[in-house]
């Protein structure tokens, strides 16, 4: 099959994807590569839009298990009970824009917003949707739960594209991935959390932490209170001779993986404000409060002090509350959707959240951060038997601010019961084509497989109504 895209790539002849869909069928006229070239001369490029590469560091503020478009961003005050749910929509700081009552504090900051009304990802299945968001491309095939990383489904997460191509000097991560991995029941990993076919060299920084712990630290970046700088550098290059003497050995893939990000962890440990980063004590108390003493909260306080200290991307995965709450305290609500909404949920997420906003934009740093509001899919239009509401992939909201995005917009719609999208629909290819953009890589940039093949890291388009 014949793909054109719109990239801007050359060709090997150096004619690019765009010149050819322009140009379309002037070939088939007869028209000679001399002609051609004459042709595209006249071709004006579709200019850049100036938002490119504003975002020097992006958030990924993940909400795994999917939350309701209903009961956030789209609320269908108009549709029948068994589908708007018991909660009602108030006004937001956008005229026009109403969001759930459940949302008091995002919605006064909705002008630092660009919503997405219609994302799509046409997939049901947690790992395989999830697969498609944290990538930008489908999983082969979808709606395939408890799927496995491994060829064919082996394309690199955005944060490890992010990682090998805004590469810091010493071998720093520029992607840090907190506080877990994202796993179904059965610590069963979804697909498209690493590096893929790209090695493990690229996987972003994950870190297995709870930032709200008292005695927190992370033991990587540890260093022991009577060793300095000098003595550091002494055991270090004491590692690297008894590693030489060791690469005669026949070592595995995971071995080299750890050996990477043992070096990775040393010169964090090296790097002051990497290192004081992490230091989530230094932060005043009233700070702490603000975001919330969760997890989850702290951790997005984690990830503005790591933008700060120039990690690139901060991905942050929900974590699940505890086998004491309906559907573990996370957003997979198939049964007491309103319950859990109500209770613990949204006043978490919608407390923290905007607590990121606020302390970005409070220090300056809001215009050069990007920050994505997301899950894997959303949420049926219909509420089933037991109160809750299933996957649904057909469509659901996204939001965005900062670092580029067009404040106080909605992009895209959904239908009057938020079951399929009406207007401007988005695909994870064009969300991850646009906070490329933002951060300052082009779209069209390739990386090579294990087989030296040029690919370019997304095939989407960006979403130029929002930038």
């Not at 060709?11 to 070239?37: E, F, M």
């Not at 795994?64 to 005050?77: A, C, I, L, S």
């Not at 999830?130 to 496995?148: D, F, I, K």
Request: hydrophobic share 40%.
């Amino acid at each position: 099959m014949l793909t054109i895209r719109d990239s801007g790539a050359a060709l090997c002849d150096q004619v690019s994807r765009r010149d050819w869909l322009r140009i379309g069928a002037l070939g088939t006229l007869g028209l000679s590569l001399p002609a051609l070239n004459q042709a595209r001369a006249q071709v004006s490029p579709i200019p850049r839009p100036s938002s490119f590469g504003k975002a020097k560091a992006c958030i990924l503020v993940g909400l795994t298990g999917g939350p309701p478009q209903h009961e956030t961003w789209d609320p269908k005050p108009d549709a029948p009970e068994e589908i708007r749910g018991p909660f009602r929509p108030i006004a937001s700081s956008v005229p026009g824009l109403q969001v759930c009552e459940l949302m008091p504090r995002l919605g006064a900051l909705a002008h630092h917003f660009a919503v997405l009304r219609a994302m799509a990802t046409r997939d049901n299945a947690h790992s395989s949707s999830g697969y498609y968001m944290l990538t930008g491309v489908p999983h082969t095939p979808a709606n395939v739960e408890n799927a496995r990383a491994g060829a064919p489904n082996n394309w690199p997460s955005l944060a490890s594209l992010v990682n090998r191509l805004k590469s810091r000097p010493g071998g720093m991560p520029a992607s840090v991935v907190i506080p877990e991995h994202i796993w179904n029941d059965g610590n069963i990993p979804w697909p498209g959390q690493d590096a893929g076919f790209l090695g493990r060299a690229t996987d972003p920084w994950l870190l297995h932490c709870d930032p709200s712990a008292a005695t927190f630290q992370v033991p990587a970046l540890a260093m022991p209170d009577d060793l300095t700088p000098l003595r550091f550098d002494d055991r270090r290059s004491l590692l690297d001779q008894v590693n030489r003497h060791l690469d005669t050995l026949n070592r595995t893939a995971a071995v080299a993986n750890y050996n990477h990000q043992f070096h990775q962890a040393l010169d964090m440990m090296r790097t002051t404000s990497v290192r004081q980063a992490f230091d989530v004590s230094h932060e005043p108390a009233s700070m702490r409060d603000r975001y919330g003493r969760s997890r989850y909260a702290q951790s997005l306080l984690l990830a503005r002090r790591l933008v700060e200290s120039g990690i690139s991307l901060v991905q942050i995965n929900w974590t699940r509350m505890g086998p004491n709450l309906p559907n573990q305290g996370g957003w997979d609500t198939h049964n007491a959707n309103a319950q859990s909404l109500r209770s613990h949920l949204m006043p978490l997420m919608d407390r923290a959240v905007s607590a990121l906003i606020e302390d970005l934009a409070m220090r300056g740093l809001l215009d050069e951060t990007l920050v994505v509001w997301h899950g894997e899919f959303g949420r049926t239009p219909r509420i089933n038997p037991n109160a809750g509401r299933d996957h649904w992939g057909s469509v659901f909201s996204l939001a965005m601010a900062g670092g580029g995005v067009r404040a106080g917009v909605v992009h895209g719609a959904s239908d009057r019961i938020g079951a399929y999208p009406r207007e401007g629909q988005v695909l994870p290819q064009d969300l991850t084509a646009t906070i490329f953009h933002l951060l300052g890589i082009d779209p069209g940039t390739e990386v090579h497989d294990t087989q030296n093949r040029p690919i370019p890291i997304t095939r989407g388009q960006i979403v130029r109504q929002i930038v």
